[in-house]
């Protein structure tokens, strides 16, 4: 799978670009506030349907206008795809694939598989539950469509409860809408907390042996889910807890609560036992935390190939500059033949040297010149 070719049109500080990929390596560089990673945060839009920022359509529309437009140009199982997204500040998006029109923006999800790697990346451990919950989503719903649609479903039902729980006390009558919302709610969680389950597991068979080798063989990562409620006793825990539900006005049972732990052991270099492990989320140092949150990435991009049996998209937002020769070595050696597109604001001797760049790109103030 790789990106041909990316058109905007009134996106973010772009008036109109286009950019003609390699599928290998492509830099792009220049100061900072320049537009370069607006042109990653267009790829992952038209991956996902959302910025990697969070940010709302008239957020990311040219300042002054009142619509964006981006055009990605695919190309897997050697065919050619051309995927229109049309942006609009006071209305839902419009996406067509190859001209043709799709109802749902959810549809597009897992045509285009992209693993985003920045800076914010590396706290992603010491952060908040849900940032990790966020990466977790992103992945899955690439991945399954199934855990996409029951995600989407139960987190509107989140929102529909809440509403009905804090009109509660005025409306008493509604209560009989709780338990329709709770019979869904447990249908759509279940699905999310069983898919959740399995992808720990895969991605504990995945993220070792890549920790392992970015600590020089000395520690020993295990990823564990945490669940706020059991798939088995959701229904019963949800039932249970109605009553503090109503005095809190919020749904306080459910796999919207989850979080997953990440446990450090240091290897013993004489034997095959491990000592007492940490949480390095609240006891880790930086270094740990840094190491396990890059293992995590690099670990979405293997999770992607044993998924679709291809190749996702790297887009790596001045991240090199974050870490040291030990991990910046084992990102390069990574890539491989991932189609990567870098941003980094000079061309120093450390990507010149390490780096086999196959196409450059200046970018100034919204505009791209190519230099090779």
Do not use: W
């Not at 919950?133 to 529909?160: A, T």
């Not at 993220?207 to 006793?233: C, M, Q, W």
Request: charge should be neutral; include cysteine; charged fraction near 30%.
């Amino acid at each position: 799978m790789i990106i041909k070719s990316l058109e905007l049109a009134d996106f973010r500080n772009y008036e109109n670009v286009k950019i003609d990929f390699s599928s290998g390596t492509n830099i792009l560089y220049g100061d900072n506030a320049q537009g370069k990673t607006n042109i990653l945060e267009a790829i992952f839009v038209s991956a996902t349907t959302k910025s990697h920022k969070g940010s709302k359509d008239k957020e990311i529309i040219r300042f002054g206008k009142d619509e964006a437009h981006i055009r990605t140009i695919l190309e897997k199982d050697n065919a050619e795809y051309r995927v229109d997204m049309h942006l609009r500040s006071s209305k839902t998006k419009g996406i067509a694939i190859d001209g043709q029109k799709i109802k749902r923006a959810s549809d597009l999800i897992g045509m285009l598989n992209v693993v985003f790697f920045s800076p914010e990346d590396l706290s992603i451990i010491k952060n908040g539950p849900s940032e990790r919950r966020r990466f977790m989503d992103m992945e899955l719903c690439q991945l399954d469509q199934i855990y996409l649609n029951s995600l989407s479903k139960y987190n509107k039902l989140v929102v529909e409860r809440n509403k009905v729980l804090k009109d509660l006390y005025e409306h008493p009558e509604n209560s009989v809408l709780l338990d329709v919302q709770d019979k869904q709610l447990c249908e759509y969680g279940s699905v999310i907390i069983k898919t959740r389950e399995k992808f720990i597991r895969d991605l504990n068979e995945i993220i070792r042996p890549i920790h392992e080798k970015l600590t020089g063989n000395k520690e020993f990562l295990s990823v564990y889910y945490e669940p706020n409620v059991s798939a088995d006793e959701f229904e019963k825990k949800l039932r249970a807890a109605r009553q503090k539900d109503t005095y809190a006005k919020q749904t306080t049972v459910g796999p919207h609560k989850d979080d997953f732990s990440f446990v450090v052991q240091k290897k013993k270099a004489d034997c095959d036992e491990y000592g007492e492990g940490i949480d390095i989320r609240k006891y880790g140092s930086q270094g740990q935390q840094r190491t396990a949150s890059l293992s995590l990435k690099l670990s979405e991009i293997e999770i992607v190939k044993r998924a679709k049996k291809e190749n996702p998209v790297l887009l790596l937002d001045d991240v090199l500059s974050e870490l040291d020769s030990n991990r910046q070595n084992y990102l390069l050696n990574t890539i491989g033949d991932i189609q990567t597109i870098v941003t980094c604001t000079g061309l120093d001797e450390f990507v010149n040297n390490r780096f086999e760049i196959d196409k450059l790109f200046k970018v100034t103030d919204g505009t791209i010149s190519s230099e090779n």
